[in-house]
């Protein structure tokens, strides 16, 4: 007969090696951990950071995705996840959403901004905590006319500058010049660039990093810095007015993504153009002008490469994606286009995908990886389990620690 274990009554010394272990893996597996009896519990501390500060607080590694659906996540109150380093994905249910609109994500925090105040809000889906900062309305009056170019507003969250136990908040928009930062204990949102601006922008190591087209270079957004050039964009690939650029963390690296396209024949007057092409490039931030280095291969990771966000993953958790390959979107009805970075090859894989309501102009308020991304996930979205933490997942509540339990670790 099997010896009879009580693992509730493990040491608390040993409990909380185990609680931290799992913590530097994923704050879920924590929140778990901690849901699995009250000594267990008591032996991990809460993973409320009211401050969002402690980056192992975070859902590190989770990215929403969007259904494609048509239903804003604002109004259907939920968003799917993906664990980009386990390939688990969850649909959380999230109230807090109401009356919101997402403008960014970060480290798996959703950047909300508030439709009737402009308030600015950093959230947690999965401890449910938020942080505000002041509205943006004057932003919008003063800087941003266009209309499409508040729609598509885009935001990241880094460390702060000027205080060690806080965060800042770097908004920018689309054909628009200016950057603008605010952090919780600000009056207001300050310019922090008045003429840059991004074509492209990602936090990366607690900082934000971006492109500016029109002078090639890589530059580092916030914080300030006298030099903030980290290096320059080679002009020798294809037709420079064809250059697209993106920039995505891939392996703890931060690497920069140019697409490019060649004129069919030897020159412009034989059929247009060619195919697109890509050269990728890891940015060396650890120094001053570190410059660019070429990638050749991306081993098992594949690339999604979308306007407003990009995304690195693992073949090895998505198996029905290729690797060492990046993933586009085409910008028209047949959106989806694999390119193979060995080979060079390039791969039209989606039949016609339209993720919009024409009729009644509805758009997902999230605009992530939605139908091209759906390609490599879909299996996944299709039977994804519904995670409600309730509105006190922070208590000692039998019935939603169970509940919370049983979709975890489903």
């Not at 980056?55 to 494609?68: F, H, I, Q, T």
């Not at 598509?152 to 460390?159: L, P, T, Y």
């Amino acid at each position: 007969m099997e010896e009879w274990k009580d693992w509730a009554s493990l040491h608390p010394d040993l409990m909380e090696l185990i609680a931290a272990r799992v913590l530097a893996g994923d704050v879920v597996d924590y929140m778990s951990l901690r849901a699995v009896c009250t000594r267990w519990r008591a032996s991990a501390p809460s993973p409320r950071d009211p401050t969002l500060r402690d980056e192992r607080l975070r859902p590190r590694n989770w990215v929403a995705l969007c259904d494609g659906d048509r239903v804003r996540p604002a109004d259907a109150c939920e968003v799917a996840f993906l664990q980009t380093a386990t390939g688990r994905c969850v649909r959380v249910r999230l109230r807090e959403l109401r009356g919101h609109r997402i403008i960014g994500f970060t480290d798996g925090l959703l950047i909300l901004i508030n439709k009737d105040t402009t308030a600015v809000r950093i959230f947690h889906p999965f401890t449910r905590v938020a942080v505000d900062l002041p509205p943006i309305a004057a932003v919008f009056d003063n800087m941003v006319k266009n209309q499409q170019s508040r729609a598509w507003m885009k935001a990241a969250v880094c460390a702060s500058q000027i205080a060690s136990d806080s965060i800042a908040v770097v908004a920018w928009f689309p054909n628009v010049p200016g950057v603008v930062v605010a952090e919780p204990n600000f009056p207001c949102w300050y310019i922090l660039h008045q003429d840059v601006e991004l074509a492209a922008a990602v936090p990366f190591q607690g900082r934000i990093y971006g492109i500016i087209s029109d002078t090639r270079q890589v530059v580092q957004v916030y914080p300030r810095c006298l030099e903030p050039c980290v290096a320059h964009v080679p002009n020798t690939f294809g037709i420079p007015q064809t250059h697209a650029f993106f920039l995505v963390e891939s392996a703890e690296r931060l690497v920069l993504v140019l697409r490019h396209f060649y004129y069919h024949g030897s020159d412009s007057t034989e059929g247009g153009y060619g195919s697109c092409r890509f050269a990728l490039f890891e940015v060396d931030t650890t120094v001053q002008h570190g410059g660019l280095a070429p990638v050749t291969s991306l081993g098992d990771l594949a690339l999604f490469l979308g306007s407003y966000r990009c995304l690195s993953v693992s073949q090895r958790n998505l198996p029905s994606i290729s690797a060492n390959a990046i993933y586009f979107d085409n910008g028209n009805l047949y959106p989806v286009s694999l390119y193979s970075v060995g080979s060079g090859t390039l791969e039209q894989i989606s039949t016609v995908s339209i993720i919009h309501d024409f009729r009644k102009r509805i758009r997902p308020s999230v605009p992530v990886f939605s139908a091209y991304t759906g390609q490599g996930v879909s299996c996944f979205m299709n039977t994804t389990p519904y995670l409600d933490l309730g509105r006190s997942c922070g208590t000692n509540s039998k019935s939603k620690t169970s509940k919370f339990r049983c979709v975890v670790d489903a």
